[in-house]
Structures are given as structure tokens and as C-alpha cells.
């Protein structure tokens, strides 16, 4: 009992010291904002145009992390975003008390019937990840907006591809 204890008070330290280095990282053009086309959700990594994924990340920019980002047409979620994933899982499994919302989005593509079932489908793929790590299922809530808040308003592939996502909202009591 003293170990998950003391994994879970290294977890919340880990977290709060993330939280702490972030406020404090100063922010580029196109990384880490929040706007009301996107309801205020963040997309740190989105700028980056290598990935959107976890490699190289400390687990507090892990836990932080809460935009993954699919492939065009597909729900499947990319081994690059599973260690973010794992990261709040672990958190929610931590804090039992704590819920999410996983919001399903898509490129505007597609019928607006099609887009919300794949949105859905995403965001119940991250959601199907984090309960195979022990999350409650009562913990998560599923949504689809697929096309109707896009990341950006934009019509390239590089805009697409920050449309094509779930993001993770920590919900409060």
C-alpha cells in the first residue's frame, strides 16, 4: 500500500512541477494556444511538423498532453500518442474521483453524419486505450463534434491534420 501510495504522490509531483515548467515556457505562433475555434482545448505538439506524438517527453509533458492526433479517415490510435494516453490514464486510475470528457473531431471531409461517427469512433478508441489501463469506464465520457470545431480554419492538409483528433478535458466537480 506505501508503494501506490508513494507512485501516486510522484505522479501528482511529476504533474504539478509540468504544470509549473509549462505556464512559464514562452509560447510560439501556432503551438500551445488555446482559441474558441477549439473550444480552448490545448494543442501543444500541433505546430511540430515531424510528429504529434510523446517521444522524448518527461511524464509531466506526458500527463499535459491531452490533444491526440489520427490519420485521415482512421480511428486508430497511433503508437506516438499512446504514451500521453498511458500518462493520464494512470492519473485518472490515481484519482479515482477525477472524470474526463474525450471529444471526437474530424476534418470538415466527409457528410456531417459520417464525421460525427468517426469523431466518435476516435475518441472511443482513446477511451477503449485508457480503460485497458484500468480507468473506470464512469470516469469517461464520450462526445463527437466531428467537423462543427475545427483546430483551424484553414483548407491545406496541415490544417487537416490538426483537425483529426481527440481531446482529453479533465472535467470539474
Do not use: W
Not at 509549462?22 to 473550444?39: P, R, T, V
Not at 480552448?40 to 518527461?58: I, P, Q, W
Not at 477525477?98 to 476534418?107: C, F, I, S, W, Y
Amino acid at each position: 500500500m506505501k508503494v501506490k501510495q508513494l507512485a501516486q504522490l510522484l505522479l501528482i509531483s511529476c504533474a504539478i512541477l509540468g504544470l509549473a515548467a509549462c505556464s512559464s515556457m514562452k509560447k510560439h505562433s501556432g503551438q500551445g494556444s488555446e482559441d474558441a475555434a477549439n473550444g480552448g482545448v490545448e494543442t501543444y505538439g500541433a505546430g511540430d511538423s515531424s510528429n504529434f506524438g510523446g517521444d522524448n517527453m518527461s511524464p509531466a509533458q506526458l500527463l499535459a498532453k491531452r490533444v491526440y492526433y489520427f490519420d485521415f479517415d482512421r480511428s486508430e490510435v497511433k503508437d506516438s500518442e499512446k504514451p500521453a494516453i498511458i500518462a493520464n490514464a494512470d492519473h485518472l486510475v490515481a484519482n479515482s474521483h477525477a472524470k474526463v470528457l474525450l471529444e471526437g473531431h474530424t476534418d470538415p471531409r466527409g457528410s456531417r453524419e459520417y464525421n460525427v461517427a468517426l469523431g466518435e469512433r476516435r475518441a472511443k478508441a482513446v477511451a477503449n486505450l485508457m480503460e485497458s489501463k484500468g480507468v473506470r469506464p464512469d470516469q469517461v465520457r464520450v462526445i463527437s463534434y466531428g467537423a462543427e470545431r475545427l483546430a483551424v480554419p484553414g483548407r491545406t492538409e496541415e490544417d487537416y491534420q490538426q483537425d483529426r483528433r481527440a481531446a482529453l478535458v479533465y472535467l470539474q466537480k
